[in-house]
């Protein structure tokens, strides 16, 4: 298990207030400074003379890797060294891949199939990770992009392999490896774990999704299915980008002026923070509008909009930096900009800001949820 640097420093004479409390041996001011480093693992226990031997024993089994990570080509499995992603966060996402037989009489056509899937999530491009290929002798190589690799050399690869068979079971044993690696530290369960999904019956692949997704979030590093389909795939992915992001880190899109049904000089101007998911929120939403329109994102740490104004990442002043970064007053004619409803107490201070820049914009409130824009916009 992680230490944090409050657990560390418990053990610290700081804490204690012992002798030697905050006597900078460890070349830190405080004992506090020198237990944070250490959680980090940015200093050696060693430079702190007086430490407890238990605590030693601890940090030297914490910074003991839990499970160990497999490269191929280029794609990372395993590596993790938390049970919940609050804790840290987790390393490399849940591989998914498919299994396919080269000796199969439609093999061309699945595989061009399954290589040529890809969506977009979040201004990213996310494909199948891996094509594990059985009987691979029967081909010549194969041309484009997808990462493939013979089953005789997967099967050589340090993996725990579960053969999926019973859902509870499957479940248990995930856990179970994920709780001894991290827990316990034990060597016999370091291997990052696959789970391989036999074909469904009668190609069920909603209970298919149902058990992977689950798999997905506790505690597969990969996922090895024999059947493909595009929408499973997505689901799956825009799943893995939920769950393996870092949590200390707000997923943000970049701070721009982004244009929607071919904005014009009479589109509509809305505005709002760059927080990923109040962009895509209010974009989905324009997107909808029968009307041209621009959404100004301003940069925010990708920060929500009331979270952004209470930790000063968005004021009026910030605003009218972006108006004039933008050079928005030359692209349009509308002197309206919509600013979410939540906002709605900084109208006077934004329209007194922008009136003394020497800009003639006018704030006007928008609505407070994103789905109410389209109903805002008939009225307004
Ligand atoms: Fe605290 Fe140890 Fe550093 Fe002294 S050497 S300040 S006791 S952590």
Redo the contacts with the bound molecule.
């Keep these: 298990m992680e230490l944090s640097g409050l657990q560390i420093f418990k053990y ?3 804490a204690k207030k012992a002798d ?12 506090m400074a ?2 944070l480093k250490l959680a980090k693992e940015e200093v050696s226990p060693d ?5 407890p031997e238990e605590l030693r024993e601890k940090v030297a089994l914490a910074q003991k890797i839990s499970q160990k990570t497999i490269e191929i080509q280029g794609l990372k499995i395993g590596g993790e060294n938390v049970l919940f992603r609050h804790e840290k966060t987790f390393l490399n996402p849940t591989s998914l891949c498919v299994l396919l037989d080269c000796a199969d009489k439609n093999f061309e056509e699945k595989f061009d199939r399954i290589a040529d899937f890809e969506i977009n999530i979040l201004n990213k491009t996310k494909k199948v990770d891996l094509i594990v290929l059985k009987n691979s002798d029967k081909i010549s190589p194969l041309a484009g992009n997808a990462r493939t690799i013979s089953f005789e050399d997967f099967e050589k690869l340090p993996l725990k392999i579960i053969e999926d068979k019973d859902f509870e079971k499957t479940a248990q044993e995930l856990k179970f490896n994920r709780e001894k690696a991290v827990r316990e530290k034990d060597e016999n369960y370091s291997n990052p774990v696959c789970v391989r999904l036999p074909k469904s019956d009668g190609n069920d692949f909603n209970n298919l999704a149902a058990k992977a997704s689950f798999y997905l979030c506790k505690y597969a590093n990969m996922l090895l299915f024999e059947e493909f389909s595009e929408e499973m795939f997505a689901s799956l992915l825009m799943l893995r980008e939920n769950i393996f992001t870092d949590p200390q880190k707000p997923l943000k899109v970049e701070p721009k002026i982004y244009e929607f049904n071919g904005g014009d000089e009479n589109a509509l101007i809305f505005l709002t923070t760059n927080f990923a998911l109040t962009f895509f929120a209010v974009a989905s939403e324009l997107e909808k509008l029968s009307r041209p329109s621009y959404l100004i994102v301003t940069p925010a740490d990708g920060m929500s909009v009331l979270t952004a104004w209470s930790a000063e990442k968005f004021t009026a002043q910030m605003v009218v930096k972006t108006l004039k970064d933008y050079d928005l007053a030359s692209k349009v004619k509308t002197r309206k900009i919509i600013i979410p409803g939540l906002l709605a107490h900084m109208k006077k201070e934004l329209d007194a800001e922008i009136k003394s820049s020497g800009l003639d914009f006018e704030i006007v409130i928008g609505t407070i949820d994103a789905c109410d824009i389209a109903d805002f916009v008939k009225q307004f």
């Excluded at 430079?47 to 430490?51: D, H, Y």
């Design positions: 610290l004479p700081a030697h409390t905050n006597c900078k041996t460890c070349g830190f001011p405080t004992c020198f237990a430079a702190c003379p007086f430490m």
